[in-house]
């Protein structure tokens, strides 16, 4: 610590705001919607499922709280349409 | 027609029962009949604070089960006419308090006052829905500090969705009531400013209470401080935000204390 900074603290209100934007924003989509992710699980793979056969054990569904953005994950493997069709075919 | 008003914020310690008290002697002191009832049933604190602690007989739970008329647990100040408490019970806890009998009472005490003013427990359980659940308008008493701000954050939800008027599609007027504020340290940075809790709460502002050692003397004596002393800086805030709450329009001001060099030097902060 040097001398200059027992005298120059960082402000700490502009901390807060920025902390309680971020937070709450979240807080506000998500209140009472704790199942949102397994109802977008349930839905995602509902819609999937009508077209083509998947196994429900190969969804992965994953939220990643950003303090701009917040992304939304789902890796569904499906099997090769190729290889369906090749099946279809013998 | 009456107005029921309930003061809530979620979070505990903020001010809701002083500034209850506060509010509601401000509005009898300008001719306005008023009750000011305490739902914090277990934990009821607005009797001490409006000093009627020892006048205490019935209360609203008494009233809600059908024990005691209304009539017998109203008390009237002694200070201004116009004012009433109608206290919460000391020794029941809040699973005696219905929703049929809470119905019942506001409806009663519409008829008899211009404002009920619901002081609501902290939390969000039934006390605090209870509380807001027949509100025409809320205040919403929030500190300028992070654990407040979040859980105003959430009480604004709930009145949004829990309230009869919510429910039945209609607006409940929200208002922010900032208190506990120091100009001086917001403007240095070092708290919320007035208008980072309007920006990220976005409800309109109804006053600023300053940090005062009044409030506390005022609950030491266990008068409001509009009725304590009414030329204090609270006190003026307070009188202000009653005129808002009747529809004027007033220009919020940033109250600061007023001290002199020696009480910059020695001066102590109110701790409540």
Known sequence: MNLLS????????????????????????????????????????????????????????????GDSVSTLEIDVEVPSLMGASAVHAR | MAT?????????????????????????????????????????????VMGAERRVVFDL??????????AQALIRDKRIETLSLLPASQTRDKDALTEEGVTRVIAELREKFDWVICDSPAGIERGATLAMRHADAAVVVTNPEVSSVRDSDRIIGMLDSKTLKAEKGERIDKHLLLTRYDAGRASRGEMLKTEDVLEILSIPLLGIIPESEEVLRSSNLGSPVTISNPNSVPAKAYFEAARRLRGETVVVTVPAERRGFMGRLFGRRAVA
Not at chain 1, 17 to 42: C, N, P, T, Y
């Open chain 2, 61 to 70: 739970i008494n009233v809600v089960q059908g024990d005691a008329k209304l």
């Open chain 1, 6 to 65: 027992l005298f120059r603290r960082q402000n700490s209100a502009p901390v807060a705001r920025d902390r309680l934007q971020v937070l709450l924003a979240h807080e506000r989509a998500f209140v009472g919607r704790s199942d949102l992710l397994a109802v977008l699980q349930e839905e995602i793979i509902a819609v999937i499922a009508k077209h083509v056969t998947i196994d429900r054990e190969k969804v992965h569904i994953k939220l990643d709280r």
């Open chain 2, 4 to 48: 029921v008003l309930v003061v809530t914020s979620g979070k505990g310690g903020v001010g809701k029962t002083t500034s209850t008290a506060a509010l509601g002697a401000a509005l009898a002191q300008n001719g306005q009949t008023v009750v000011v009832v305490d739902f914090d049933v277990g934990l009821r604190n607005l009797d001490l």
